[in-house]
């Protein structure tokens, strides 16, 4: 009898392992599929929004959302998909870009998900939660949850939620294990994206940095050609507004006591903008700084970027003047004739600031 039962217990066991095995590769091959699709996205939305469908699907969770950390550890959910029964697929709480304030993760930098650790929850009554825990958690009419943690290299970038709203779940480990599989198959997915599209963004910046080079190239040759001083001055002044689209571009004379005075203004802006009266040749600009410095940096063929005057740490007289001008944010480069300091060539923004891509313009004849 004591032989039969054993026998008995026995076979249940090897049934309960048989069936264990049998889900753990059913979940292999639905992994499989999953990241196969991970990696052909080609962009981050497209990543989360596969990955939060198909996980969805594959398991049959009622909703997936994919959590990133800010630098200072709050976060947002950056999307959201729910296969729920109405009305949890109506949940106005979720959607892109919902703020989650969770004081515990930003107290602890991550809490456990930095040591690469899942949890789940089967039922939020039953994990002793606190109770301002589980008052979150009932504003999004969470009953249960499971979440893995998303790495992108050594960083700890975010994290990967499963939630059940209409009733506790069991998670079970080969559950878990899937979850934790998907969210680091994800990790290294976003990497890759985040790869190619910074390798994207490179390439087009060189390649806008040759054509400007170029066209830069064939304005100097422009100048070059000309005889008439008025002419070069000119042409300098609208090739550059086409070249970098610069609201207004000038060029600006030292006479021999280091005062100054514009011999050339060309404005590409809007029509308001470009009736600013001040403007104009022969306009004179008192700026006491180079004259005591008898030019001050531009000495040393140095160039000058502001993108923001109100955050350039500029002195009151002078934003004052600029704002007389109605100049938001510049660029200033020397023009040697030879070793002479003759004057500075000038980039104006004037409806915002401007970021400027610009880092040394060379206009020397040396």
């Known amino acids: 009898m004591i032989t039969n039962s054993y026998e008995a217990s026995n076979h249940l066991d090897l049934q309960e392992c048989h069936k264990q095995l049998q889900l753990t590769v059913q979940y292999q091959k639905i992994l499989a599929r999953i990241l196969a699709k991970i990696r052909a996205s080609v962009n981050i939305e497209s990543l989360c929004s596969t990955s939060c469908q198909d996980i969805c699907r594959q398991l049959k969770i009622e909703r997936v959302a994919i959590y990133r950390f800010n630098t200072d550890w709050s976060g947002s959910f950056l999307n959201r998909l729910g296969f729920a029964e109405h009305p949890w697929d109506a949940l106005t709480a979720f959607g892109q870009d919902l703020v989650w304030e969770d004081s515990h993760l930003q107290e602890t930098q991550g809490g456990r998900y930095r040591k690469n650790e899942p949890f789940a929850v089967a039922d939020i009554y039953d994990a002793g939660h606190a109770r301002c825990h589980i008052e979150v958690l009932e504003q999004f009419q969470i009953r249960a949850y499971a979440i893995a943690p998303i ?35 994800l990790g290294v997915a976003m990497q890759q994206a985040e790869n190619l599209e910074q390798t994207k963004q490179r390439t087009a910046e060189l390649q806008d940095a040759i054509a400007r080079q170029r066209a830069l190239t064939e304005v100097v040759g422009n100048i070059r050609s000309s005889v008439n001083p008025e002419i070069i001055l000119d042409t300098t002044c ?129």
């Open 151 to 185: 790495f992108i290299g050594a960083k700890l970038w975010g994290m990967l939620a499963a939630y059940q709203h209409s009733a506790p779940r069991q998670w079970y480990p080969h559950e878990v294990e899937f979850f934790a599989q998907a969210a680091s198959h």
């Open 238 to 366: 609208q090739e550059l507004c086409k070249l970098l689209k610069l609201e207004r571009a000038a060029i600006y004379r030292f006479n021999e006591d280091w005062s100054g005075e514009f011999v050339s203004q060309f404005g590409m802006v809007e029509a308001q903008r470009d009736r600013i009266h001040p403007f104009g040749k022969n306009l004179v600009w008192q700026d006491t700084h180079l004259q005591e410095t008898k030019g001050g940096r531009y000495r040393n063929n140095e160039s000058f970027v502001v993108n923001d005057i109100y955050q350039a740490g500029h002195s009151r007289c002078h934003i004052d003047i600029l704002e007389q001008f109605k100049i938001r944010a510049y660029t200033l480069a020397p023009i040697f004739i030879g070793p002479k300091l003759w004057g500075l060539i000038a980039a104006y923004q004037h409806s915002g600031p401007r970021q400027w891509a610009i880092t040394k313009w060379n206009f020397s004849d040396r």
